[in-house]
């Protein structure tokens, strides 16, 4: 079995992620994901690719310690979280989230909590590479 | 020896990946930050976050032990 | 290419489905999704297996529009919906449905308002087979 | 003649998957109502909702036409 929380150059399969949470207890009723992917056009600029640097050893330990938070603040009964990093093609997969709780509003709102806390805790960036040159992302407050 | 290290937006503004301070006893993580900020005005601009042996640190009072490891972070943009 | 909106006995395959709704438009940036489960638990009761009754027409048109009105409210790139009906165990997928938006907030709150509504809207029934012997749920209020 | 169907429990509390009631001008669905819940009030006890033609209709007080198709349901629990 994979480890819960990842960061990896290589892209992951959803269905293996979910079943990895279903095996986990079958108390869990629902399950809420979120997937970021690579748009291919990001504030009127086409985008070819995006590539990731990432503080690796914290950034690691931030998404464990977010991971347990969640658990904890929710109830879950179970949580992954995959980044990758490396370059990413427009349309693929970048970030991947689950939660599974008994009930659907706690996986829900989990889920919610975790992107958006992973946006402000974890050190990773992003750098969209277009046809006119390359831009590290600036992200809104 | 602290060894500072930079990411991203950051790192690309310094040519570093990495770099050395030298250790003194009483230094704090504000005076490596007033030392480096003073090299890589340009790079300093965009530091919003910083670490200290991989834990976020709001406190720059922090004194740092020898061979601690520092990051000086843009704000993040994973996700 | 498997209909957006489905009603159907067999499993379905939450990568093919992701897949499906990536390839409607490379602009997403966020797909956020809801997987209902059978619990193997249910109210104190021990759970083995769930079994559904639908007013099959209406459910699938009741879905439809729900998809039409998530894509509208929320200005979603695309959504898909498929519920199972039939028998189902312990552990086993009910209902799976995805939200595909530009941006993350969008997507979040569709795929939440969508299994809210579904829940109120379209007529499907599930009945609880237990050890003990059998039951309609009762949804809570 | 008007078509009348139930699903899940309340088809379970009626013993039938669908029944046939005579249509007659000027025919409410409030009155198809009225008539099976004086047959099957265990039954009606949990019927929450209505539709005709396969929508939900609020209003009880829709006509009916000849060959129409009605549904008498409880509380939903999909999902």
Redesign the interface.
């Known amino acids: 079995m994979k480890e819960a929380v990842r960061i990896q150059q290589e892209d992951f ?3 293996e992620e ?1 079943r990895a949470l ?1 095996a986990s207890s ?17 504030e009127g600029r086409e985008v070819s690719e995006i590539s ?4 690796g ?3 690691l ?1 931030e998404l464990e310690k977010l991971r347990n938070d969640a658990i904890e603040k929710y109830g879950l009964l179970d949580a992954r979280i995959v ?1 990758r990093i490396g370059t990413v093609k ?2 693929e997969n ?2 991947f989230i689950a939660a599974g709780a ?1 009930h ?1 509003v706690a ?2 709102e989990a ?2 909590w975790m ?1 958006d806390e ?10 969209e590479i277009t046809p006119q040159g390359e831009a ?4 809104h407050p | 020896m602290i060894k500072v290290l930079f990411f991203g937006p950051v790192a690309e503004r310094i040519g570093h990946h990495a770099l050395q301070v030298e250790h003194r006893p009483g230094i704090r993580l504000q005076d490596v930050r007033d030392e480096l900020a003073a090299q890589y005005p340009q790079a300093f601009e965009i530091v919003c976050f910083a670490a200290a042996n991989g834990e976020h640190v709001r406190d720059m009072s922090l004194p740092l032990a020898d061979n601690s490891e520092v990051a000086f972070m843009a704000k993040f943009s994973g996700g």
């Open positions: 399969s959803q269905d979910i279903q079958k108390r869990i009723g629902g399950i809420a994901t979120f997937l970021g992917c690579a748009r291919d056009f990001s990731f640097d990432a503080y050893s914290m950034a330990s980044h427009g349309g970048i970030v008994e659907r996986a829900l889920c919610r992107i992973l946006k402000q805790r974890v050190p990773i960036w992003k750098k590290w992302v600036t992200p």
